[in-house]
Structure formats: structure tokens, C-alpha cells
């Protein structure tokens, strides 16, 4: 008897020990369920993150590369013009001429009619040095000489003058800058036939440029009876605002 009431408490404990057990497993599987999914959701969160920096960084190298190839074409597109002025310049033969230094305009001040480029002392650059244009256009003359930069006073600034001529004419006179990039064609006699369009160049009489560099066209003529010259306006052969490449002659043979 007494075994028997052992055996019937044995089962109902294992009985009420396997609903115990239930019970904990019930909430310990949906505890874990809950935190399985947490923790997916924070992996993916993480993951997230990460690929936000890894694209972030590609982004960055991305634009690195941008950057360094723009600056790549940039100079590609220097040493174009560089050559085009060089080709120019042979074209015309001004090489045979002079002994040239090609320059890069670095700054410009129009209001006081000056340039500045990136040759200097270091190059073998002087004061007076004539400045012109692979066209054989002229500019200036070199007037300020520093280490690594120069100068170039244009021929439109007030204190430049010059002995100039007319084309096929041998019509003599001076050209005198007046500022803002104006410039006109002074001291000429009043019998002498100048017209409108007349081309304008350097003469032999100047000592500082070399003969036949175009100056520019003449576009107006004042004549006044109680003066004894005539004068007249020249449209400069040059564009200030497009002007990048010049030549220095650093010696005429």
C-alpha cells in the first residue's frame, strides 16, 4: 500500500514538474524569440551603418579622382595653349627674328593699363624687354623685375611712348597711351593723307622696339587748323581679357 501511494506521488509530481517546465520553456522560448529578433534587427542596423561609411568613402575616393583628373585636363589644357602660341609663333617665323621667352599672364590691372607674368630674374628677364603676341602683336615693355615675376607695362599705360608709322605709307608719328587701355597716334603732320583703318606698326627710330610689330588700326582722326599736327585714336591689335600667353624678346638679332 504504502508503495503504491509512493508510486501515485511519484507520478503526479512529474506530472505537476513537467507543467513547471512547460510553463518556463513557454516564456523562455518567447523571451528568445523576442531577443533573436532584437538582435537580427540590430545586426541589420549595424549593417546599415557600415555600408553608409563604406558608400561614404567610395564617395569620397570617387571625388578625389574627380578633383585630380579636372586638374589633369587643366594643365593638359595649358600646355595646349602653350604649344598653339609655340606653333604661332614658328608659323611666323618671330623664332628666327628674336630670341623669345614664352610668359603666363598671371594678373591684370586694366584701370592702370599693367600686366603681370611668371617670368623674372630667375628667367633672364630685364627691364624694357619688349612684351608681344605670337601674332607679332606688341604689348609693352617689361618695366618691374622681381625673382620669379615681372612687370609688363602695357603700351596703353600714360607713361608709354613709342615712334610708330603707318603701313605702306611712311607716315611717321608717335603712339602715346592715355590710359584704360586708349591709345592714339600723335604728332602728325597735318598734310600727311591719313585715313580711317590705316594699320599702325613700330618703327626703326625707337631704340627699346624692334620695326614692323603691329600696334594696331587707326578708328578716328582729329584735326584741328590751329594746331600743326593731326592725331588720331588706335584700336589696340590686342584683347586685354583673352590675352593668356605672350612672347618676351630678350634679344633682337
Known amino acids: ?48 551603418i557600415y555600408e553608409i561609411k563604406r558608400l561614404k568613402e567610395n564617395n569620397r575616393q570617387l571625388n578625389l579622382k574627380v578633383q585630380e583628373l579636372l586638374a589633369e585636363n587643366a594643365q593638359l589644357k595649358e ?102 587701355l586708349a591709345v592714339c597716334f600723335d604728332l602728325i603732320n597735318l598734310h600727311e593723307n591719313m585715313e580711317k583703318d590705316d594699320i599702325v606698326i613700330t618703327s626703326s627710330l625707337g631704340k627699346v622696339f624692334p620695326k614692323g610689330l603691329l600696334i594696331g588700326r587707326i578708328k578716328a582722326i582729329e584735326k584741328k587748323d590751329v594746331e600743326p599736327f593731326q592725331e588720331a585714336w588706335i584700336e589696340p591689335a590686342f584683347n586685354i581679357k583673352r590675352l593668356e600667353t605672350l612672347f618676351i624678346i630678350t634679344n633682337q638679332e
Not at 520553456?25 to 537580427?40: A, C, E
Not at 592702370?112 to 603676341?133: E, H, R, S
Open 79 to 180: 600646355f595646349e595653349k602653350e604649344n598653339e602660341s609655340l606653333r604661332e609663333a614658328l608659323n611666323i617665323e618671330l623664332q628666327k627674328q628674336f630670341k623669345l621667352c614664352l610668359a603666363q599672364v598671371i594678373d591684370k590691372d586694366i584701370d592702370q593699363d599693367f600686366i603681370l607674368i611668371d617670368k623674372g630674374l630667375k628667367d633672364g628677364i630685364l627691364t624694357d624687354m619688349p612684351v608681344i603676341t605670337s601674332q607679332k602683336v606688341l604689348l609693352g615693355k617689361i618695366t618691374e623685375v622681381f625673382e620669379n615675376f615681372s612687370k609688363v607695362m602695357l603700351i596703353s599705360n600714360k607713361e608709354s611712348s613709342l615712334s610708330a608709322k603707318i603701313q605702306d605709307k611712311e607716315i611717321e608719328g608717335v603712339v602715346k597711351g592715355k590710359g584704360s
Open 1 to 48: 500500500m504504502i508503495v503504491i501511494i509512493g508510486l501515485l506521488i511519484l507520478v503526479f509530481l512529474n506530472f505537476r514538474l513537467k507543467k513547471i517546465k512547460n510553463f518556463f520553456y513557454s516564456i523562455s522560448s518567447s523571451t528568445q524569440k523576442i531577443l533573436w529578433q532584437k538582435g537580427g534587427k540590430f545586426s541589420d542596423f549595424l549593417g546599415t
